[in-house]
């Protein structure tokens, strides 16, 4: 047992993270994970891993980490984030964790957590004590080692996703499909085989179809709009109905219409909760405080119950648990399944929107143009600040004195008769981020957007 401690910096809200070698290394990776494995104490724990360069080395060395601490490893090879939690729950095993920086650029990598059932372990459950074994090794002794092996998860998970859906009968659709050169390219080929193998009437137009680890086309982040134009051109090229992206882990995904436009995650989440309120009504339905307007409205339509959870992946997947929800969705993109395991999933939104859509006969960019119409959004602003409390209290004195509701829950929101708007910091990037809605005005919406950005200007003035 080691007494003196070798800090690491790179433990964030929900998972690590940091650049490599230099924050996140096979030093860090191994200390990490075996007290990771101490905590569980447990006897299996699941690995998987993206396709960044730096990965293979990191899960060897976090498997190696874990097998010193006398716990088996099973390692289900490259894989996605909810792979890892699938199988954590297909195996009954103790933990889980998925080596990857998801969207961060490719010199950096990291490592999320799950424990049983997937249970997300993060700042508040798990990481103060991990993090104190980690620093000052503070290992037990072991002297029967974990043994490692290798197994396939792919025909099982697919088996689950396709339970949880209804494609029969559909209408042919063309589809382009961008895994963005990461972890996603195989599982979408073995569901376009699995298609076929149904016959199912889908036809797929691959993009930036390989994993390489040096993101060639860029970091697969599709929810930043300059990486739209890909899949944008890509669905107008080929004349498909529908276009889809996902990032490097592809715990999100996200959407572009047949005019290759961009289908917001607000939208999305919107018919996703109708969807799964018609199959089974009464439940209820987690969203953020980002947005929120259209999200009780749908849920509220449908007899539904609208419940506002904090924003971040630990928090949606407590209140999952804790509300025994159907469904949840941040604007982010992340998209939570009572029958995946309450965890969030980037391949089950895609198969859901195609039933959502399978007997749909007007172009999807019908629906997406009424969406917007009705409840115009902003997108996700994000600003960098040098004093986030300072801005966040100005623009409360500023705007909460003509405000209908004012809100601290998860930053600051504020409600006014025909638009809101919420404010909060991230809790993964020093930003400032910014959201805004109306009812159906999306010239109040410019101007709202506009005015906001000039004052949190001044405010750093």
Avoid at 121 to 138: D, K, L, M, N, T
Avoid at 201 to 216: E, R, S
Avoid at 430 to 449: A, D
Wanted: net charge negative.
């Amino acid at each position: 047992m080691g007494d003196v401690k070798k800090p690491i910096q790179c433990f964030k809200a929900y998972d690590l993270r940091g650049h490599y070698p230099s924050q996140i290394n096979t030093d860090v990776a191994y200390r990490v994970s075996r007290a990771f494995a101490q905590w569980s104490q447990g006897k299996t724990i699941v690995i998987g891993g993206d396709c960044r360069e730096s990965t293979p080395i990191l899960k060897e060395a976090a498997s190696n980490g874990i097998q010193d601490a006398g716990i088996d490893v099973i390692d289900i090879g490259l894989s996605g984030s909810e792979q890892v939690y699938f199988a954590v729950n297909h195996f009954n095993a103790d933990g889980g964790i998925e080596v990857t920086a998801s969207h961060n650029p490719k010199e950096d990598n990291g490592m999320k957590f799950v424990g049983h059932d997937a249970v997300p372990v993060y700042a508040e459950h798990g990481f103060p004590a991990i993090q104190e074994i980690a620093e000052a090794s503070r290992f037990l002794p072991n002297t029967q080692p974990g043994k490692r092996r290798f197994e396939s998860i792919e025909k099982a998970y697919l088996d689950h996703l396709f339970l949880l859906i209804d494609l029969e009968n559909a209408r042919p659709k063309r589809i382009v499909v961008n895994p963005g050169n990461g972890a996603a390219g195989p599982t979408i080929e073995a569901i376009e085989s699995y298609f076929q193998t149904r016959d199912l009437p889908y036809t797929l137009f691959f993009i930036n179809q390989q994993p390489d680890p040096t993101f060639p086309n860029g970091v697969p982040n599709p929810l930043l709009k300059e990486n739209h134009h890909q899949t944008s051109k890509a669905v107008c090229t080929a004349n498909a109905d529908l276009g889809v992206a996902w990032d490097g882990d592809f715990d999100r995904c996200f959407f572009f219409d047949d005019k290759g436009h961009f289908f917001d995650s607000y939208y999305v989440s919107s018919l996703l909760a109708q969807l799964l309120l018609k199959r089974t009504p009464n439940q209820p339905i987690i969203h953020d405080p980002r947005l929120t307007w259209l999200m009780k409205e749908s849920t509220e339509t449908y007899h539904g119950q609208p419940v506002q959870s904090e924003s971040g992946h630990a928090f949606f997947k407590q209140a999952m648990h804790t509300y025994h929800a159907l469904y949840g969705a941040e604007a982010s993109g992340h998209h939570y399944f009572r029958d995946f395991f309450y965890c969030d999933s980037g391949i089950l939104p895609w198969l859901l929107m195609l039933e959502t859509l399978k007997n749909e006969i007007v172009p999807i960019s019908t629906l997406n143009q009424d969406m917007q119409k009705a409840h115009p959004v902003s997108g996700e602003i994000n600003l960098k600040v040098s004093d986030l409390p300072t801005v966040l209290s100005k623009v409360h004195d500023h705007y909460a004195v003509t405000a209908k509701e004012t809100s601290w829950f998860d930053g600051l929101s504020l409600e006014f008769d025909d638009w809101r708007f919420n404010l909060r910091g991230s809790n993964t990037e020093p930003l400032l981020r910014l959201n805004l809605e109306t009812r159906g005005q999306i010239e109040l919406l410019h101007q709202k957007k506009k005015e906001l950005l000039q004052f949190i200007n001044t405010c750093e003035g």
